[in-house]
T-cell receptor
Framework: KQEVTQIPAALSVPEGENLVLNCSFT??????LQWFRQDPGKGLTSLLL?????REQTSGRLNASLDKSSGRSTLYIAASQPGDSATYLC??????????FGKGTKLTVNP | GAGVSQTPSNKVTEKGKYVELRCDPI?????LYWYRQSLGQGPEFLIY????????DSGLPNDRFFAVRPEGSVSTLKIQRTERGDSAVYLC?????????????FGPGTRLLVL
């Protein structure tokens, strides 16, 4: 059974700092790894999807990497802004359609 | 274009009552998913529809939970004899064809509170 863990559970940084969020998964037989953002009281917004054959994906100030063999993914946020404050969730998709989520990292960027 | 919509946004009910939660996927999306998110947790998979049929219902916790998608678009999640432990945010997502190369697009969720 796939299990996804995110560390740290919460992170507070000053504006402008570069930061890394970590995600680990127990079953390396995944098809993709996705990162989502969730704002309070809102649904999930997809940020990046990394296919199992890829090692990283980039979108603007966001870069996500995937190392299947070690069961790890990282989300790098460059030059953080207060508007980046949210909960970030990673999710692994294996042979079925369902996504298996971690509990998320709550990020606060202080002005 | 319009995203995934869910109604109601909030639902308060009493233990033992029946509730229905509705999801309108993005137009043309054949795949539809239901997830449940408890406080402080990540979303947990409930059920996946491909068209009108439930292709995977392995996440439904028990037989009090049932979902339908009769015309391959709108879906309704039905919960009988609600319990306090059913309190959570119920999220719906859709994707164009399903499969593992596509992003799932999520709605804002229905916040269910069982008193």
């Amino acid at each position: 059974k796939q299990e996804v863990t995110q560390i740290p559970a919460a992170l507070s940084v000053p504006e402008g700092e570069n930061l890394v969020l970590n995600c680990s998964f127990t079953d390396s037989a995944i098809y993709n790894l996705q990162w989502f953002r969730q704002d309070p009281g809102k649904g999930l917004t997809s940020l990046l999807l990394i296919q199992s054959s890829q090692r990283e994906q980039t979108s603007g100030r966001l870069n996500a990497s995937l190392d299947k063999s070690s069961g790890r993914s990282t989300l790098y946020i460059a030059a953080s802004q207060p508007g980046d404050s949210a909960t970030y969730l990673c999710a692994a998709q294996g042979g079925s359609e369902k996504l298996v989520f971690g509990k998320g990292t709550k990020l606060t960027v202080n002005p | 274009g319009a995203g995934v919509s869910q109604t109601p946004s909030n639902k308060v009910t009493e233990k033992g009552k029946y509730v229905e939660l509705r999801c309108d996927p993005i137009s043309g999306h054949t795949a539809l998913y239901w997830y449940r998110q408890s406080l402080g947790q990540g979303p947990e998979f409930l059920i996946y529809f491909q068209g009108t049929g439930a292709a995977d219902d392995s996440g439904l916790p028990n037989d009090r939970f049932f979902a339908v998608r009769p015309e391959g678009s709108v879906s309704t999640l039905k919960i009988q004899r609600t319990e306090r432990g059913d309190s959570a945010v119920y999220l719906c997502a859709s994707s164009l064809f399903g499969g593992n190369l596509e992003t799932q697009y999520f709605g804002p969720g229905t916040r269910l509170l069982v008193l």
